[in-house]
């Protein structure tokens, strides 16, 4: 997986790697970029030099076999061409997409020149898109608030599909939702745990999904699977700091 270092610990990276690990998956992790955050914002991010990305993405690939590439926060554009020109040679590898823009605080994880870069390039060869209800209407640049015309601009500008998550909402229910060019749009509805937000559902949820087409579920029962693992994460949240709780990624998981 590629995404950026959460300095504490609830998003990013380390989500990644203990929800992958927490599935049965053993997690390659490339990190994109260092950011300046805590549990309440993001107040800053540098991206990594994309010819180290580069150079790792090689050498993984000729240790280790892949079974599927999972992206967070990207840190620009560059690390996104460097990812994109990797793939190039491995049109089967399955990509997970979390289009990280902003946190759940506001801070900006994304400039207009990497969303631009993630639209052009990266959301079509993608398997799956997972952006919450903010991040898709941006991304679609729908005029309304409507979710579903966000994500069907999408599709037809090359996505193949894209599960918009709801964790982002209110009210007693979450709603997630997979947009298709395959099949008409699937509904999934969880009891919200909790009345505020966490921080790195959004990472933990992907991640996870990442983690079951990797071990060769369809993407409907990644799905499932991955929701039924963040509910459990949220059970037993942690409360780190002052800001939004973390998710138990640690906590024991039975198929």
């Excluded at 998956?25 to 990594?48: F, K, M, R, S, W």
């Excluded at 599909?161 to 969880?190: D, K, Q, R």
């Excluded at 799905?223 to 998710?247: C, D, E, F, H, K």
Aim: contains cysteine.
């Amino acid at each position: 997986m590629l995404s950026g270092l959460d300095p504490s610990g609830g998003a990013g990276i380390q989500a990644d790697i203990q929800a992958i690990t927490s599935l049965g998956g053993h997690p390659l992790p490339v990190l994109t970029c260092l950011t300046v955050q805590d549990t309440n914002n993001v107040y800053g991010a540098e991206a990594i030099n994309p010819e180290t990305i580069r150079q790792q993405l090689e050498c993984l690939a000729k240790d280790i076999p892949l079974h599927a590439v999972k992206t967070g926060a990207m840190g620009n554009a560059a690390v996104v061409n460097v990812l994109m020109e990797f793939l190039e040679s491995r049109p089967d590898l399955p990509l997970i997409v979390d289009p990280v823009i902003k946190a759940a605080g506001g801070g900006d994880l994304a400039d207009n020149e990497l969303v631009d870069a993630m639209r052009s390039s990266l959301f079509a060869r993608a398997e799956m898109i997972t952006p919450n209800g903010v991040e898709l209407l941006q991304l679609g640049d729908c005029d309304s608030d409507s979710e579903s015309q966000a994500a069907d601009k999408l599709l037809s500008a090359g996505c193949k599909s894209v599960l918009a998550t709801g964790g982002h909402g209110t009210g007693p229910h979450i709603i997630n939702t997979l947009y298709s060019t395959e099949h008409e749009p699937m509904h999934w509805e969880l009891e919200r745990i909790g009345a505020n937000e966490y921080h790195g559902t959004g990472c933990t949820l992907a991640a996870a999904i990442s983690a079951g087409i990797a071990s060769g579920l369809s993407a409907r029962a990644a799905i499932s699977q991955a929701q039924n693992y963040v509910s459990r994460t949220l059970l037993s949240a942690l409360t780190i700091g002052q800001g939004q709780r973390v998710p138990n990624r640690g906590i024991p998981w039975e198929r």
